[in-house]
């Protein structure tokens, strides 16, 4: 399972705070395409903590920093399966628990750009 990437982002529409034009505090975004985001802005981006679903149903729950998926978070794919642990620009690094949702197949440790890394 690959994390989504977060590019091309455009709004459609928000419902929150802003400060001189741009996003600020606790709010929430619809972008083109679907997805969503509940959570906290500063500068206009997402940054800290909040929730993005893909309009697939792939949903992050962690920290932003700006607009980036970074340090601790959890994925969570459409047919049940989970990531848990350490996040570093929006894919899996460091120490992490992943648990397939189709079959029972699941890994806790470390893991590098996405991959797991290590011994099991």
């Known amino acids: 399972y690959k994390e989504p990437v977060l590019t091309q982002l455009i709004v459609k529409s928000y419902e929150g705070e802003k400060v001189h034009g741009l996003y600020e505090g606790e709010g929430f975004a619809y972008f083109e395409g679907g997805d969503t985001y509940k959570g906290m802005f500063s500068g206009g981006l997402m940054h800290g903590q909040g929730t993005y679903t893909w309009a697939d149903g792939v949903k992050y729950e962690g920290t932003f920093v700006k607009n980036v998926q970074m340090f601790n ?10 990531y848990e642990g350490s996040i570093k620009n929006g894919v899996r690094h460091g120490f992490g628990f992943f648990r397939s949702g189709t079959c029972p197949i699941s890994y806790i440790g470390y893991w590098c ?5 290590g011994k099991v």
Do not use: A, L
């Open 113 to 117: 750009k996405g991959k797991r890394h």
């Open 73 to 82: 978070g959890r994925y969570t794919w459409s047919d049940g399966s989970i």
